[in-house]
């Protein structure tokens, strides 16, 4: 039954029904976390054949001994690896250690405060300052680094097939000061999109709209993570970059964070040789090299696409469980009630779940009242600002499948009870 349609009467009746299952829920001593899109322990165990792998053989295809210093730009294995992984050239790739984010970090620090193209080309000495566009609800880690370094954020919503394009070109041509945007193009954090091959060529030729000026960051973080084995395909950015020659204005990230183990992977961006020299000349001052050996036991484990792609069937059928449960029990509980949206991701680490307007932080308040920790409201806005404050994220991957259960069922009860409950002032204020 549609919310819009109960009679005060019922909506009283409703509610009494609802704190009743609420109380049971908190009387049963629940701790649950559905807060980060972390691997399971059983999805770590998937890749423990890394322990021992090299077998005391640390020798590169080329004779090198991967425990040496030196290499910056990681070892050609892996080079070659995340070039197919990417969808770029071995040349316009770099590995780095673990963290797909440090090199988003250093890239934009380095861009911000130092220049790509010498002093003068640094973001924050040009007049009216710097700025991001941010695609909303989106990943609360890449707004994190804008604020840090104080480069303004607008927020772009976010379509079913990516930015509001519409909205992201206009806003382009008005403001000289926006330096970039922020994409997740593949089942995107959090609402689990898959960019269009449309949303991509238009991106593609936004640095040419701005004169230049613009970079794209496009954080494919997971660029291997469907649920199933012929997911929709993801069109390739650089190769339209290359057709609209703004090519110098990508920089790709990826890892294997969510692939092999989670705090001990291989991290790497691609971008054209030109960009990635001059990055290149900020790096080389904070690091001789990456973890080479750490590099060489995952090649090694994960000698080219097609060993990764059989590695994350394998994930899928752990995760896949999980993702089905939370579909199942928010069918159940709210389709057809007017108190939410939520997406119905193909793969990712996410369901992205918009509650009425105004209710988020009620929500979560509730649920951490009876045992399960959900992500801040607004989390995924720039500033932890939510303006509607309806957002918000649910990460299944890491608990057991009868945690995720029991989790959702405790959150459908929330939304039901804090709707009802809007509801009901409604009524009253309208009387």
Known sequence: MHLQAYTREQLLTRSRQLEEQYRAFQAGGLDLDLTRGKPSIAQLALSSPLDGILKGDYRLADGTDSRGYGGLDGIPEARDLAAEWLGVRPAEVLVGGN??????????????FLGL??????????????????????????????????IAMHPVPMNADGPDMDIVESKVAADTSIK?????????????????????????????????????FWDNAYAVHAFDSA???????????RIQGTQDQVVLFGSTSKVSFAGAGLAFMGASVDTLNAFRQHLAVSTIGPDKVNQLRHVRFLPDMNAVRELMQRHAALLRPKFQCVQNRLREGLEGCGMGRWTDPAGGYFVSFDALPGLAARIIARAAQAGVKLTPAGAAFP??????????????????????????QVFVCCVQLCSVEQRLKELDTSN
């Not at 193209?117 to 707004?143: I, K, M, N, T």
């Not at 997911?231 to 970059?241: A, F, G, K, R, T």
């Open 383 to 408: 500033y932890g600002k939510d303006p509607e404050d309806r957002n918000i994220r649910l990460a299944p991957s890491y608990p057991e499948v009868d945690d995720v259960d029991r989790a959702t």
């Open 99 to 112: 963290s797909s984010l440090t090199l988003m970090y250093l890239f934009m620090l380095s861009a911000h």
């Open 180 to 216: 970039g945007i922020w994409c997740v193009p593949r089942f995107s954090n959090p609402t689990g999109a898959v960019y269009s091959d449309q949303v991509v060529r238009r991106l593609a030729k936004l640095p040419g709209r701005s004169g230049g000026g613009l970079f794209l």
């Open 117 to 150: 193209q010498g002093a003068e080309s640094a973001w924050r000495g040009q007049a009216g300052g710097a700025s991001f566009l941010c695609p909303v609800p989106g990943y609360d880690r890449h707004f994190a680094i804008c604020e840090e370094l104080g």
């Open 231 to 241: 997911p929709v395909p993801l069109y390739n950015l650089m190769d339209e970059c």
